[in-house]
């Protein structure tokens, strides 16, 4: 008789135990948060300051990017070239890509180390990230360039929370403010402003400050960050983050104002978006994606369409 009522006991004890592993396994994947701010969000008016990501839709999905053999990493949009850049790792390169998603040009990078993300910064010059040594260089690029050496370039380091693999993933640029936004993927997650790199003057003294934001941080209900895209006409910044298939939305304050999902049934989306590398955005407002293993994406609101 004993041996036929253990199985009553245990299965209090088992639910208990499922309702333990499940309630860390949400907080790990941030769900409680981002369930709250979905709540939040459907109860209130919209808010006119918010860019609106939810309303944006799928116009090229998982689309190849030919004659790449490495994967690509981070995105940028060239308003002066029309075009956009993005960097491979393993054999590192800066690759031009039409809005189409075709290449365009190829560039070598000597000395880079391991380039994770690529910044628009002005008009033929742009800001690199080496994810393993926490540096940021600055590179000059014209029309006849085919290779950068990081040796001959520019260059900053950020020793901060060194050590790991987890560092520099993404770069967003404030060309007003003048403040460069660098994403640290994770452990911990953070985003820092870099004052005063890259220098537009040479011959100005070297003056970098480097801040960051704790509460802003500890807002983000996500779990890593992938790329940056800094709005130049609202001011906010856009954080992709590959592990929780999500953009968010941060106004000035750094409080998430709205999401855009990069999951299967979401914004047109056939299936989910494998591994999101990098998001841009160009003067009109359409967003650009890439995702390994070199996928390109495109949305566009319905008011562009």
């Known amino acids: 008789m004993h ?38 969000t459907l109860l209130q008016p919209v808010n006119p300051q918010s860019m609106g990501l939810d309303q944006y839709q799928v116009v090229t999905q998982a ?35 039409s809005l189409d998603g075709k290449v365009l040009r190829r560039v070598a990078l000597v000395g880079f180390g391991d380039p994770e993300a690529v910044e628009f910064i002005s008009a033929d010059t742009y800001v690199v990230a080496d994810e393993s040594e926490q540096r940021l260089i600055k590179i000059h690029l014209e029309q006849d ?77 996500v779990r890593d960050l992938s790329s940056l895209q800094y709005d130049e006409r609202s001011g906010h910044l856009l954080a992709l983050s590959d592990e929780s298939r999500l953009i968010l939305e941060l106004d000035v304050d750094g409080r998430p104002l709205s999401t855009m999902s990069l999951s299967k049934w979401h ?18 407002g359409t967003m650009y994606l890439v995702s390994e293993p070199n996928l390109f994406y495109v949305f566009k609101k319905p008011t562009q369409l």
Do not use: C
Request: aromatic letters at 10%; a negative charge; glycine letters at 6%.
């Open 145 to 221: 360039t085919v290779f950068v050496d990081a040796a001959d370039a520019e260059q900053v380091t950020i020793g901060v929370h060194m050590g790991t693999n987890k560092g520099f993933e993404g770069l967003a640029y404030d060309s007003r403010g003048k403040r460069l936004f660098v994403a640290k993927e994770r452990d911990p997650m953070l985003i820092y402003e870099v004052h005063g790199f890259p220098r537009f003057n040479p011959e100005e003294s070297y003056s970098v400050h480097v801040i960051n934001n704790p509460k802003r941080d500890a807002g983000m209900f």
């Open 63 to 97: 689309q190849v990017i030919d004659g790449l053999a490495d994967d690509v990493s981070a995105l940028t949009y060239d308003p002066v070239r029309k075009s956009l850049f993005t960097v491979t790792n393993k054999n590192s390169e800066l690759i031009e890509l």
């Open 267 to 284: 914004q047109g989306l056939q299936k989910n978006v494998p591994q999101a590398e990098g998001i841009a955005m160009d003067d009109d």
């Open 3 to 40: 041996r036929f009522a253990r199985p009553k006991f245990l299965i209090p004890v088992l639910s208990v135990v499922l309702l333990i592993a499940l309630t860390v396994i949400a907080q790990y994947q941030r769900l409680f948060e981002r369930a709250w701010f979905n709540v939040h």
